[in-house]
């Protein structure tokens, strides 16, 4: 797939972009060569991968020794003899851990008690790192194998290799922090600012437009300037990632025109939903010693092959000499009615639908197509139950035939190289959590007047105010900064070392919340360890993004004096917000020795 501009740095470099999935993953990646064209190309030859179905993509899994050692990962942990050694050997199998990471507020507080825990003695960002260390190791060897003068290739930028690593539209700040924190236990860089810039983060949502836009498939959507949505979902995926674009002015220009959407009801939640059912309806029969091998046959033929509700459906398990004619298990075969399948996707296609109304309605232009991308896509029955439903709505629903599963890792590259989307739409509503000067005829102030502090300065504030830095559904572009003025007073200057501000975010429906102890949603009980020291709690509306700790001690301050006589000094700033490209940076910004004349 090549890149539309030639590479304009003046070394030889390499982009490795690693896609890890729930249950599968992939790895792409593209040769950088001063003035030529770059071409995107995937890793499709992985250790064992002949006993693997589908060229470009492993299993999500990794086993543990009871030691904690790696003693399988990937297309290994699938080889034939590999459960007898697993036993043999007391192993623990680690699947699913990417939703370890997933954010604990809204949808994902739900999905708990359906993901596999991780091995005992593992954090998620010890298991995540071990994989990550596994797909380096995996992409040094086929690029070695498959490139001339391979070693010496990889040898030339070995140490100055680009990561991009994907994720879900819903992970945020606190996600990436883990991720590149994996990154760096997995040795892909080094613990140094350098380093650490080397490793990029795009959601799948982006990855996805940037994946269709590579291929093709906007052309024709797009060509009057509306908007489309994009819904990726791999084929063995947790989530079910949906956002929207449309074209700008320049030419491969795309600008986001709603809030992007991450929903937990990806294909994996098929299977579970498929055990859950399978779980009561196999309860009184010897096969429910099966059950977890029958979940893997309906997953890997009966769930893609699924079309029609009205004809029975067949999951092939065992041999001939396997029969229960009470539970419909004849020569191996398990019959299930179609109508009880389609229940099994009846709630990933609901809130796809429901989702991409909600894009239309809250979209700042006209929405005309909705391109599915990801292995999920290719499910008949998924799509043109969609597609039935949308088609009401006036929304034309495509899908891409070529490489749905490479979809994220693919278009991952072509965000590096390409950078299509100049503008982005904020999730929620950002701001700061401050004590705000008392106003006695302020309603909102008297009411809340028990709680008011007295500052150095004299005056009296209330806390929990809440500083609204940058309101929910707001188009950003990348250079743009937001500022909140803020200002701190103190009574003792040997003391005042530094300030420590927090940025939060607001989750709620409120279009303009104003005080924290206001829609605060559920409350969250979190351990003591990891309290802060407000004296409100946290909230699930209300969450804190990131924290600013900025040392002050140079400041040549001057003391400033209170309606009593007593002295205190002030320090004013201002807190900066930039969201670059898919990351979110947040500032101090002070002035210092100005002069009036």
Same mark, same amino acid.
């Given at each position: ?42 890793? +499709? ?45 007391? #192993? ?34 010890? /298991? ?67 380093? &650490? ?5 795009? +959601? ?34 947790? =989530? ?12 491969? =220009?795309? %600008? ?18 498929? &055990? ?7 309860? %009184? ?25 009205? %004809? ?68 008949? #029955?998924?799509?043109? @139950? ?6 009401? @709505? ?26 299509? /989307?100049?503008?982005? /739409?904020?999730?929620? =509503? ?23 502090? @007295? ?23 990348? +250079? ?23 940025? #939060? ?33 946290? +909230? ?9 700790? /900025?040392?002050? =001690? ?35 910004? #002070? ?7």
């Amino acid at each position: 797939m090549p890149s539309n501009t030639p590479y304009r740095g003046s070394t030889r470099k390499l982009v490795l972009a690693f896609d890890v999935g729930t249950t599968y993953s992939g790895i792409s990646y593209s040769v950088l060569d001063p003035g030529q064209v770059p071409v995107i190309k995937g890793v +499709t030859r992985f250790p064992a991968h002949e006993h693997i179905s589908g060229a470009s993509k492993i299993p999500t899994i990794i086993y543990y020794d009871p030691v904690g050692k790696v003693r399988a990962v990937g297309a290994e942990a699938m080889r034939d003899g590999i459960v007898e050694a697993a036993e043999d050997g007391k #192993w623990i199998k680690a699947e699913w851990f990417k939703l370890h990471l997933r954010s604990k507020i809204g949808e994902g507080k739900t999905i708990t008690d359906h993901i596999p825990p991780l091995p005992l003695n593992k954090t998620v960002i010890q /298991v995540f790192a071990d994989f990550l260390r596994y797909l380096l190791q995996c992409a040094s060897t086929y690029i070695q194998d498959t490139h001339a003068n391979g070693p010496d290739l990889w040898n030339s930028f070995e140490d100055d290799i680009e990561f991009v690593l994907s994720h879900p539209n819903g992970w945020e700040g606190k996600e990436q922090s883990q991720m590149r924190d994996a990154a760096l236990l997995a040795g892909l860089v080094p613990d140094t600012p350098r380093g &650490r810039a080397r490793i990029s983060f795009v +959601t799948e949502g982006e990855a996805s437009l940037h994946f269709a836009v590579q291929n093709g498939v906007l052309s024709a959507a797009m060509k009057k300037g509306e908007g489309v949505v994009i819904v990726d979902s791999d084929a063995g995926g947790g =989530t079910i990632d949906v956002s929207t674009y449309r074209t700008q002015d320049a030419a491969n =220009t795309y %600008e986001e025109i709603a809030a992007p959407q991450c929903h937990f009801h990806g294909s994996v939640f098929v299977n579970v939903l498929a &055990r859950v059912f399978l779980l009561e309806y196999l309860a %009184e029969s010897p096969f429910l010693d099966d059950l977890d091998h029958i979940v893997h046959c309906f997953d890997k033929t009966t769930k893609p092959r699924f079309r029609d509700a009205g %004809e029975p459906q067949y999951v092939k398990f065992g041999s001939t000499r396997d029969n229960d004619a009470n539970i419909n298990i004849r020569f191996g075969q398990l019959k299930l009615e179609g109508l009880d399948v389609a229940q099994f996707f009846q709630p990933s296609i609901d809130c796809i639908v429901k989702a991409v109304l909600n894009q239309k309605k809250t979209s700042l232009h006209s929405l005309s197509h909705v391109v599915f991308v990801g292995g999920f896509a290719a499910s008949d #029955w998924l799509f043109d @139950s969609v597609q039935r439903s949308l088609s009401k @709505s006036g929304l034309n629903v495509l899908r891409p035939e070529n490489h749905v599963n490479k979809a994220v890792s693919d278009g991952a590259i072509s965000f590096h190289l390409d950078h299509f /989307v100049r503008t982005r /739409v904020s999730k929620v =509503t950002y701001g700061v959590v401050y004590a705000a000067h008392y106003q006695e005829h302020n309603a909102e102030h008297t009411k809340r007047l028990a709680t008011a502090i @007295s500052l150095p300065s004299g005056l009296s504030a209330i806390p929990g105010a809440f500083g609204v830095l940058v309101p929910k559904n707001t188009q950003i572009s990348e +250079t743009k900064e937001f500022r909140y003025r803020l200002a701190q007073t103190f009574t003792n200057k040997v003391n005042f070392k530094s300030t420590t501000v927090s940025i #939060w975010c607001y989750r709620g429906d409120n279009l303009n919340p104003s005080w924290k102890d206001e829609d605060v949603g559920s409350l969250n009980v979190l351990p003591n360890s990891v309290r802060c020291n407000f004296h409100f709690p946290l +909230t699930e509306n209300y969450t804190k993004l990131a924290t600013v700790i /900025v040392d002050f =001690t140079h400041l040549p301050l001057e003391p400033l004096v209170n309606k009593t006589g007593e002295a205190y000094y002030r320090v004013d700033y201002e807190v900066v917000l930039l969201f670059g490209l898919t990351e979110m940076q947040a500032q101090l910004a #002070w002035q210092e020795k100005v002069r009036c004349s």
